[in-house]
């Protein structure tokens, strides 16, 4: 029976899916208490394939369903939202559909493209309306997390080519992520950190910088009036043909809420799970990562910025492909790792006897965590200097990050010592 759409604000009620499959429900009762629970059949699998690792139990199996929230959605499903700034625009862009901080209203409005295989949409038939009462402009409806302004976009093939939007169905298949004024060269600090990154073998997306006048069709709200290049980044959580797959960020594997990124965890606490739920190789992948974001000065490597993903029959995770690098400390001289390491945050402390208390919450061998360490930061030192993409950052911000990984060598390679 066809019914008439509603505005996300008129939804009470959202199925969850996992690609086709529905997994469970979304309901909002009076009062703005919002509950999530699975689906019988999908209970009856164990939770296969997986949503979100913070659901299952320690015997295996699925937990009970999560408790009721009022005023917010449970934290997997908060963490599917734009933080922000981000959240700001996309929350004008729906304005008269999305009532502002209203986590429900916005899922609501976005649940037809989220991060990874997750799509959340109307029960019972309902379709969802994004127009308001304003004109019948199409509307951006993609969810992505963080707080640079970003978009996801299509890249045109025919006449023209160009960057778009994805409208209707369609789906993005790059991130762009906009310059901002507050921090100078931005995109090509990121640009070329990724660029490091794929040099000492880490696997990264591919990624290019392009210029805002590639974009057609833009919406004011998402327009940052900074001048400079953009990061083009293609999107792992979908596949050539538009295919989703799934991926989840620790925030959502520890079951914390976007504000407590910077809070919620350890990095230990991340090398435990890697350890457990993938392997120790997957582990010590992650021990690399930090080795970078220590030496290039990245204090941003918060639970939000490590991901798995679901690749194949989505019942087991890998570590998913970096993203988000880029050395902060330019920008914020003071700045520390996002997150404790072995007890501290300050780069300059992280010497050998940080690395070993790391090792040792995390459960990996010292050995191997000492020799991850050495292994990256003389990589590092390797392909750095000579690196291509260090021409495109701005001479001021270079000789900042140039400074710090010379710093920061020695304090590193206090992990040789036997
Ligand atoms: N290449 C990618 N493929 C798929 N998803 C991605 C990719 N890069 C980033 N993401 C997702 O998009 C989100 C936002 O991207 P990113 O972290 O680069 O943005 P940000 O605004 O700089 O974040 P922050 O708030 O940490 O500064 C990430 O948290 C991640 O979920
Ligand atoms: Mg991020």
């Given at each position: 029976?066809?019914?008439?759409p509603?505005?996300?604000?008129?939804i009470?009620?959202?199925?969850?899916?996992?690609?086709?499959?529905?997994v469970?429900?979304?309901?909002?009762?009076?009062?703005?208490?919002?509950?999530?629970?699975?689906?019988?059949?999908?209970r009856?699998?164990?939770?296969?394939?997986?949503?979100?690792?913070?659901f299952r139990?320690?015997t295996?199996?699925?937990?009970?369903?999560?408790?009721?929230?009022?005023g917010?959605?449970p934290a997997?499903f908060?963490?599917l939202l734009p933080?922000?700034?981000l959240?700001?625009?996309?929350?004008?862009h729906?304005?008269?559909?999305?009532?502002?901080?209203?986590?429900?209203?916005?899922?609501a409005?976005?649940?037809?493209d989220?991060?990874g295989?997750?799509?959340?949409?109307?029960?019972?038939g309902t379709?969802?309306?994004?127009?308001?009462?304003?004109?019948?402009?199409?509307?951006?409806?993609?969810s992505?997390?963080g707080?640079?302004?970003?978009?996801?976009?299509?890249?045109?093939?025919?006449?023209?080519?160009?960057?778009?939007l994805?409208?209707?169905?369609s789906?993005g298949?790059y991130?762009?992520?906009?310059?901002?004024?507050?921090?100078?060269?931005?995109s090509?600090?990121?640009?070329?950190n990724?660029?490091?990154?794929?040099?000492?073998?880490?696997?990264v997306?591919?990624?290019?910088l392009?210029?805002?006048?590639?974009?057609?069709?833009?919406?004011?709200?998402?327009?940052t009036?900074?001048?400079?290049?953009?990061?083009?980044i293609?999107?792992f959580?979908?596949?050539?043909?538009g295919?989703?797959?799934?991926?989840?960020?620790?925030?959502?594997?520890?079951?914390?809420?976007?504000?407590?990124?910077?809070?919620?965890?350890?990095?230990?606490?991340?090398?435990?799970?890697?350890?457990?739920a993938?392997?120790?190789?997957?582990?010590?992948?992650?021990?690399?990562?930090?080795?970078?974001?220590?030496?290039?000065?990245?204090g941003?490597m918060?639970?939000?910025n490590?991901?798995?993903?679901?690749?194949?029959d989505?019942?087991?995770?890998t570590?998913?492909?970096?993203?988000?690098?880029l050395?902060t400390?330019?920008?914020?001289p003071?700045?520390?790792?996002?997150?404790?390491?072995?007890?501290?945050?300050?780069?300059?402390?992280l010497?050998?006897?940080?690395?070993?208390?790391?090792?040792?919450?995390?459960?990996?061998p010292?050995p191997?965590?000492?020799q991850?360490v050495?292994?990256?930061?003389?990589?590092?030192?390797?392909?750095?200097?000579n690196?291509?993409?260090?021409?495109?950052?701005?001479e001021?911000?270079?000789?900042?990050?140039?400074?710090?990984?010379?710093?920061?060598?020695?304090?590193?390679l206090s992990?040789?010592?036997?």
């Amino acid at each position: 029976m066809a019914q008439t759409p509603l505005a996300p604000q008129a939804i009470q009620s959202l199925d969850v899916f996992l690609n086709t499959l529905k997994v469970g429900v979304i309901v909002r009762t009076p009062g703005d208490f919002n509950a999530f629970s699975f689906e019988d059949d999908y209970r009856a699998t164990g939770g296969s394939p997986i949503l979100s690792l913070s659901f299952r139990a320690a015997t295996g199996g699925l937990r009970k369903d999560p408790r009721p929230v009022s005023g917010a959605l449970p934290a997997f499903f908060a963490n599917l939202l734009p933080e922000d700034k981000l959240r700001e625009a996309m929350e004008k862009h729906h304005a008269g559909a999305v009532r502002p901080g209203n986590d429900f209203d916005l899922l609501a409005a976005l649940g037809a493209d989220l991060p990874g295989a997750v799509r959340v949409l109307p029960s019972d038939g309902t379709t969802v309306t994004l127009q308001g009462n304003a004109e019948a402009t199409p509307k951006a409806r993609f969810s992505l997390a963080g707080v640079q302004m970003k978009l996801s976009v299509m890249k045109n093939t025919g006449k023209g080519g160009g960057l778009t939007l994805p409208l209707d169905d369609s789906q993005g298949q790059y991130i762009a992520k906009f310059p901002s004024t507050a921090f100078p060269g931005v995109s090509e600090n990121e640009f070329a950190n990724l660029a490091l990154a794929a040099a000492i073998g880490m696997d990264v997306p591919e990624r290019e910088l392009v210029e805002k006048s590639d974009f057609d069709g833009i919406p004011e709200e998402f327009d940052t009036l900074s001048e400079g290049k953009v990061l083009l980044i293609r999107r792992f959580d979908r596949e050539q043909e538009g295919a989703r797959i799934h991926i989840e960020d620790f925030a959502q594997v520890f079951g914390v809420y976007p504000s407590r990124k910077y809070e919620g965890a350890a990095y230990h606490d991340i090398a435990a799970a890697l350890n457990e739920a993938i392997s120790p190789a997957a582990a010590l992948e992650f021990v690399r990562r930090l080795v970078l974001a220590a030496i290039t000065g990245n204090g941003d490597m918060h639970l939000k910025n490590w991901s798995l993903i679901y690749r194949g029959d989505g019942a087991a995770p890998t570590l998913a492909p970096i993203y988000d690098v880029l050395s902060t400390v330019p920008y914020i001289p003071a700045d520390s790792m996002a997150l404790s390491l072995g007890g501290e945050r300050s780069f300059k402390a992280l010497s050998v006897a940080r690395w070993k208390a790391f090792a040792n919450r995390s459960r990996l061998p010292e050995p191997a965590v000492m020799q991850a360490v050495v292994d990256t930061v003389m990589s590092v030192n390797e392909k750095w200097e000579n690196l291509p993409e260090r021409a495109v950052i701005p001479e001021a911000v270079l000789e900042r990050i140039d400074a710090h990984v010379k710093a920061m060598t020695p304090i590193l390679l206090s992990c040789s010592e036997k």
